[in-house]
């Protein structure tokens, strides 16, 4: 038997079919124009090849769930992201989740369900799409940045407004700052807004970076230094949501 998460991001969308045990195949794709059908699409390849009866439930989660007319049922983000990263590691009592358009940090308790959590989605201050818009200006995108910006030492980047902090970039650019150095500037300013809504709440051993931007090295390594703490990053860091939506269905 197997289960279907959805998990149709702002930027991403992102599927897994489960078996109860083990992720039997997963999918990244950009979410477009159309949440509805990028996720329907994904679904569709997700189940090539498998016998329908065999699939117990689909579940569908995040900002594109509202979409999704032919899941089985529809589960918040938050409880999916708990879900799936205690399933991949049982020791996480947080999570940092930066997506395209906001940033969460989920506690869990030790069973695996969610305690309590804050989130910063009034503004795309130090999310992927902060991050892109933000490296464009650099003649650079998120895939190549960690590249970019390694071992640089970072340049002040005093804004967290997208609009304004792209202002910012032109200026060090017009003064013919180095393009690392700014990239590192960059990153680091995603660093201390995660770090700054970790410390609205209680960051409690052992801590997980989850979303697309966690594979970001140098990323990684900001928040472990800003932090003083050692962070997990899964291999599947980007499917944590899927996943759970998976697991949640499969029960």
């Given at each position: 038997?197997?289960?279907?998460?959805?998990?149709?991001?702002?930027?991403?969308?992102?599927?897994?079919?489960?078996?109860?045990?083990?992720?039997?195949?997963?999918?990244?794709v950009?979410?477009?124009?159309?949440?509805k059908?990028?996720?329907?699409?994904?679904?569709?390849?997700?189940?090539?090849?498998?016998?329908?009866?065999?699939?117990?439930?689909?579940?569908?989660?995040?900002?594109?769930?509202?979409?999704?007319?032919?899941v089985?049922?529809?589960?918040?983000?938050?409880?999916?992201?708990?879900?799936g990263?205690?399933?991949?590691?049982?020791?996480?009592?947080?999570?940092l989740?930066?997506?395209?358009?906001?940033?969460?940090?989920?506690?869990?308790?030790?069973?695996?369900?969610?305690?309590?959590?804050?989130?910063?989605?009034?503004?795309?201050?130090?999310?992927?799409?902060?991050?892109?818009?933000?490296?464009?200006?650099?003649?650079?995108?998120i895939?190549?940045?960690?590249?970019?910006?390694?071992?640089?030492?970072?340049?002040?980047?005093?804004s967290?407004?997208?609009?304004?902090?792209?202002?910012?970039?032109?200026?060090?650019?017009?003064r013919?700052?180095?393009?690392?150095?700014?990239?590192?500037?960059?990153?680091?300013?995603?660093?201390?807004?995660?770090?700054?809504?970790?410390?609205?709440?209680?960051?409690?051993?052992?801590?997980?970076?989850?979303?697309?931007?966690?594979?970001?090295?140098?990323?990684?390594k900001?928040?472990?230094?800003?932090?003083?703490m050692?962070?997990?990053?899964?291999?599947?860091?980007q499917?944590?949501?899927?996943?759970?939506?998976?697991?949640?269905?499969?029960?």
């Amino acid at each position: 038997m197997y289960s279907i998460g959805l998990d149709s991001g702002s930027t991403y969308t992102k599927g897994v079919l489960f078996d109860g045990e083990n992720i039997i195949k997963k999918i990244i794709v950009p979410t477009g124009s159309s949440p509805k059908t990028t996720s329907r699409e994904v679904y569709e390849s997700l189940i090539d090849g498998v016998d329908k009866t065999k699939i117990k439930k689909v579940i569908g989660t995040g900002y594109g769930r509202v979409s999704m007319d032919f899941v089985d049922k529809k589960v918040t983000e938050i409880t999916c992201h708990a879900k799936g990263m205690f399933f991949l590691n049982k020791n996480i009592r947080t999570i940092l989740d930066i997506g395209g358009q906001d940033i969460k940090v989920i506690n869990i308790s030790e069973n695996g369900s969610v305690e309590n959590f804050i989130m910063n989605d009034k503004c795309a201050a130090g999310t992927g799409k902060f991050l892109e818009i933000t490296s464009n200006k650099l003649d650079s995108d998120i895939h190549n940045i960690d590249s970019l910006a390694r071992g640089a030492v970072p340049e002040n980047i005093s804004s967290m407004c997208t609009v304004f902090a792209e202002s910012e970039i032109i200026s060090l650019l017009a003064r013919e700052v180095p393009k690392e150095n700014i990239a590192a500037g960059i990153i680091k300013s995603i660093s201390n807004k995660g770090v700054s809504l970790l410390n609205k709440t209680d960051i409690k051993e052992k801590l997980a970076f989850t979303g697309g931007l966690a594979k970001i090295k140098e990323l990684v390594k900001m928040l472990e230094n800003d932090l003083n703490m050692d962070i997990f990053v899964a291999e599947d860091a980007q499917i944590v949501g899927a996943l759970g939506a998976a697991i949640i269905g499969y029960k």
